[in-house]
C-alpha cells in the first residue's frame, strides 16, 4: 500500500528532523550547499527573515526539500525566495511528486503572506512558462587529481598572472576568524559603490557551518593581507564565494594567486569541483572566470508573479541605481559599514 506524501515546515529547535533534512542534502544530487539546514538559523538570526523550510516525507523518510525566506522591504519590494543570500535554491526532491508538493505549498504561502513575487533560485529549469532571469550564469569546472595539471589548464595570460603573484612572493593562510577578511572584503564593495554585509554574518557562517567555511587570506612578505576568499565546501566541491582585496592587490597579482592557491589546496583535500559562483553577464566579475578557462552555465531564476508584472531588477546594473552608487562611495567606511547591514538585509 502507498503511503501519502505529506508537507512539513522545518522547526529550529527540532534537532532530528533537522538531521534528517541534513542527510537527505548531503545525499540527494539535486541539493546544494544553500539546502543546508543551517541557513535557517543564519537568515532568522542576522537578517530576522522568517523563513519557511519545507520538507516533503512519505513513511519518515524526506524525499525532498525546499527553503524558503519572507524578505519585506519598502525599497525592494515583498517577496517570497529560496533563497536570499544564495545562489542556488529552488527545490532538492527524489521525486516528482515530491517537487509538486513542495512547489504547491510554496504557492500557498506566497499568496498567504500577499508577496509580490515568489522566486526559486534553480540550478535547471523547472518551469519554462514562468517569467526567468536571465542575467546570471555559474561557473563550474572539474579539477584534475594533479595540482600542475590544474595550472596547465588555465589559459596562458591568466596563468602568467598567477605566476607573478607567485614571483612577488605572496603565501596564503587560512585564517580562524573572519577579521582580516572583512576588513577587505568592506573596502572592496565600498570601493564599488555597495553596502557590505554585516561582519556578524560572516562570524555566523563560520560558527554555523564549521569547517565547511574556510577563510583564506593572501599576504606579502611583511605580512601584509592583500585579499581573502571566504569559500564553503560541499561534499566534493569548494564554491569560494565572498571575497575582498586591497587597493594594492592587483598589482601584486593577489587577487589571481589567491584564487590558484583556494585550488591548489582544494586539490590536495581531493576536491573534484570548483565552483566559481555566479556572475552577472556582461561584468567585470564574468570576464575575469572567463580568463580561467571557466565557460559559462546559466542560472534559472524562475518567478511566479503575484502583484507585479514583471521580474524585480534589483541589482547594481540597474540604472535607477546609478546616483546611489555614486554617493555611497563618497561616505566615510565607517558610516558605509554602519548603514550598509540595514539596507542589504532587504536585498538578499
Known amino acids: 500500500m502507498n503511503t501519502a506524501l505529506s508537507i512539513h515546515r522545518l522547526k ?11 542527510a537527505f542534502v548531503l545525499d540527494c544530487p539535486e541539493a546544494t550547499f544553500f539546502h543546508k539546514a543551517g541557513w535557517q538559523t543564519i537568515i532568522e538570526d542576522v537578517f530576522r527573515h522568517p ?43 527524489n521525486s516528482q511528486e515530491a517537487a509538486d508538493g513542495l512547489e504547491n505549498e510554496a504557492q500557498a504561502i506566497a499568496r498567504q503572506l500577499g508577496v509580490d513575487h515568489l522566486e526559486l533560485r534553480n540550478v535547471a529549469s523547472r518551469h519554462p512558462d514562468w517569467p526567468t532571469q536571465n542575467l546570471y550564469v555559474s561557473f563550474r569546472k572539474v579539477l584534475e587529481p594533479d595540482i600542475e595539471a590544474n595550472m596547465l589548464a ?26 582580516r577578511f572583512f576588513a577587505l572584503y568592506a573596502d572592496n564593495v565600498h570601493r564599488h559603490g555597495t553596502p557590505a554585509l554585516p561582519r556578524r554574518y560572516f562570524e555566523r557562517l563560520q560558527a554555523v557551518f564549521g569547517n565547511d567555511c574556510e577563510v583564506l587570506t593572501v599576504v606579502d612578505d611583511d605580512g601584509r593581507p592583500l585579499s581573502s576568499v571566504l569559500s564553503f565546501y560541499f561534499r566534493d566541491q ?11 592587490a592587483r598589482e601584486l597579482a593577489a587577487n589571481d594567486f589567491k584564487y590558484w592557491e583556494l585550488m591548489r589546496r582544494a586539490c590536495l583535500r581531493g576536491i573534484r569541483v570548483f565552483d566559481y559562483g555566479r556572475s552577472k553577464q556582461g561584468t567585470g566579475s564574468y570576464a575575469f572566470k572567463k580568463n580561467w578557462g571557466f565557460e559559462p552555465q546559466p542560472l534559472y531564476y524562475e518567478y511566479r508573479l503575484y502583484r507585479r508584472d514583471s521580474i524585480p531588477q ?3 546594473m540597474n540604472a535607477r541605481y546609478r546616483m546611489l552608487i555614486e554617493a555611497w562611495r563618497r561616505l566615510p567606511i565607517g558610516f558605509a559599514n554602519w548603514l550598509g547591514p540595514f539596507i542589504v538585509r532587504n536585498l538578499g
Do not use: C
Not at 525532498?64 to 526532491?93: D, E, M, Q, R, T
Not at 569548494?238 to 594594492?248: E, F, M, R, S, T
Open 12 to 22: 529550529s529547535a527540532d534537532l532530528p528532523d533537522r538531521g534528517r533534512w541534513e
Open 314 to 316: 534589483n541589482n547594481p
Open 51 to 93: 523563513t519557511y523550510f519545507l520538507y516533503a516525507e512519505r513513511s519518515g523518510k524526506v524525499e525532498g526539500v525546499l527553503p524558503l525566506a519572507h524578505v519585506k522591504s519598502a525599497l525592494f519590494g515583498n517577496a517570497l525566495v529560496s533563497l536570499p543570500f544564495a545562489v542556488y535554491g529552488g527545490v532538492a526532491a
Open 238 to 248: 569548494v564554491l569560494p564565494y565572498y571575497a575582498g582585496d586591497d587597493a594594492a
Open 154 to 179: 588555465i589559459p596562458r595570460k591568466q596563468r602568467a598572472m598567477v605566476r607573478k603573484g607567485i614571483k612577488n612572493g605572496l603565501r596564503s593562510e587560512i585564517d580562524t576568524s573572519a577579521g
